[in-house]
């Protein structure tokens, strides 16, 4: 498959009065043609702030994208997304590249229609007609499972429940076809059931489409069945990165194997208690030297607290950012 975006060393600072937050700290990703990519990590890891540097959507101040690329590659030209003014960012967000946000109450506008916000984005992005626009954003309606799609055109956000109006955030988002959709914990403030009919939508639009994804979320288990890749961050920086089901089955990052610990198993017996990551998330407010996870890793040695770990391969496309061998139960061969 195609590489379709090259990130490469983002680093994002954000200029408080309290301080710098080193928010996001040298990281590097891919992304290929068709591919679903799920970045994963708690809160305050920077996996959002990532997707959102990329795209120009850091508010400056205090947000500021220091350095890094961003190489997007649409209809043959491979562009600098970080070097792209804030008017062609606009013209690749919606139209290129398109973004569900994590809460769409706050994403959509209330005064306006359901069908007039979607018909927007056509327009701009496409040119169409505002008839075309219209029968366009009806089919889009009925694309995402919105019933009575010519009769919900007219209504506001206040007359969709959460799953609906998420279901009308990711109209918007695939209503020009775009190269990339970027699902920002797209199903965290619903419930179960309709978590499992969003996550059933992406797996048929991500078919239908073939457009490659990039899925933000808290929860390795909302991905499984719907990743071929995943990436755990930690502390702004990449832990670990690799084929879903490798990183499933043979973790080779503590923070991982924490992140799986706290996932409830249908398979497991009653009384299994889940196991939290004992400690808090690392202070963003001063430069580490040292490894982020080590004051909360049980394996924490020596050379964590010396240097922070770069990137080592430990299978094929799967790489972690950790000092220690759990496989063998001891130190990486230098």
């Known amino acids: ?15 408080t009065v309290d301080g710098v937050a080193h928010a996001v700290n040298g990281v590097s990703f891919d992304l290929d043609e068709g591919e679903t990519l799920a970045i994963v990590g708690e809160s305050g890891s920077g996996k959002s702030v990532t997707v959102m540097s990329i795209l120009g959507l850091i508010a400056s101040p205090p947000g500021k994208v220091e350095s890094g690329t961003a190489r997007f590659t649409c209809g043959g030209q491979t562009t600098d997304l970080l070097k792209l003014s804030p008017r062609e960012l606009r013209d690749v967000r919606g139209g290129q590249i398109g973004f569900v946000f994590q809460d769409p109450i706050s994403s959509l506008n209330p005064l306006i229609k359901i069908g007039e916000q979607i018909s927007e984005s056509i327009v701009k992005h496409t040119g169409a007609s505002r ?14 499972g919105i019933p009575d799609p010519e009769l919900r055109y007219d209504a506001y ?28 914990e797209p199903t965290t403030a619903l419930d179960v059931t309709v978590q499992a009919q969003v996550v059933d939508l992406f797996k048929r639009l991500r078919k239908e489409l073939d457009t490659a994804v990039i899925w933000i979320t808290h929860d390795l288990g909302v991905v499984a069945g719907l990743a071929h890749r995943v990436l755990i961050m930690y502390g702004g920086r990449v832990a670990e990165v690799g084929p879903l089901d490798e990183v499933y089955d043979t973790p080779a990052h503590p923070y991982t194997i924490g992140l799986l610990g706290a996932l409830p198993r249908l398979d497991a017996d009653d009384d299994r208690r889940l196991v939290g990551i004992e400690g808090a998330a690392p202070d963003l407010m001063a430069p580490l030297a040292h490894c982020p996870f080590a004051p909360r890793c049980p394996h924490a040695f020596e050379p964590c607290w010396e240097a922070i770990p770069e990137l080592r391969q430990v299978g094929l496309g799967h790489f972690t950012a950790c000092y220690y061998d759990l496989a063998k139960g001891g130190p990486h061969a230098a």
Not at 2 to 12: F, G, P, Q, Y
Not at 160 to 171: H, K
């Open 131 to 144: 008839d075309a626009a219209r029968q366009r954003t009806i089919q889009l309606l009925t694309n995402v």
């Open 157 to 184: 956000p206040f007359q969709f429940s959460g799953g609906m109006r998420q279901r009308v955030m990711i109209a918007i988002a695939i209503a020009c076809a775009p190269q990339i959709i970027i699902a920002d």
């Open 1 to 15: 498959m195609a590489r379709i975006l090259e990130v490469r060393d983002l680093v994002t600072k954000f200029y």
